[in-house]
């Protein structure tokens, strides 16, 4: 059975940085595409960065430049380096990952809380 993990959300104060992990198991599939989406209380859950089968790579406009989507083919990791981290960073954040048996899986959630 596949598993997604993430890791590496917690507490940061405003203008830290975290780097979220989303670890792929049990499969012998390469991940083909993933996505990182958030959710903040009360709102729904949107994307914001993405990166194809191409290494290329999508952010919305009020993380560019600050958050950098990544991804290790060996380890079946997408990785979300997050810096300058904002209040309004604060939130859920889930990965997505397709894998080349176009199976697509979701990761539990992981809390990220940036104090002001």
């Known amino acids: 059975q596949v598993q997604v993990v993430e890791s590496g959300g917690g507490l940061v104060q405003s203008g830290g940085s975290l780097r979220l992990s989303c670890a792929v198991s049990s499969s012998i599939f390469k991940i083909t595409y993933a996505a990182w989406y958030r959710q903040a209380s009360g709102n729904e859950r949107e994307v914001y960065a993405t990166?194809?089968?191409?290494?290329?790579?999508y952010y919305v406009d009020s993380v560019k430049g600050r958050f950098s989507i990544s991804r290790d083919n060996a380890r079946k990791t997408v990785y979300l380096q997050m810096n300058s981290l904002k209040p309004e960073d604060t939130a859920v954040y889930f990965c997505?990952?397709?894998?080349?048996?176009?199976?697509?899986?979701w990761g539990q959630g992981i809390q990220v809380t940036v104090s002001s």
């Open positions: 997505k990952v397709v894998l080349e048996s176009s199976a697509e899986y």
């Open positions: 990166i194809s089968d191409r290494d290329r790579t």
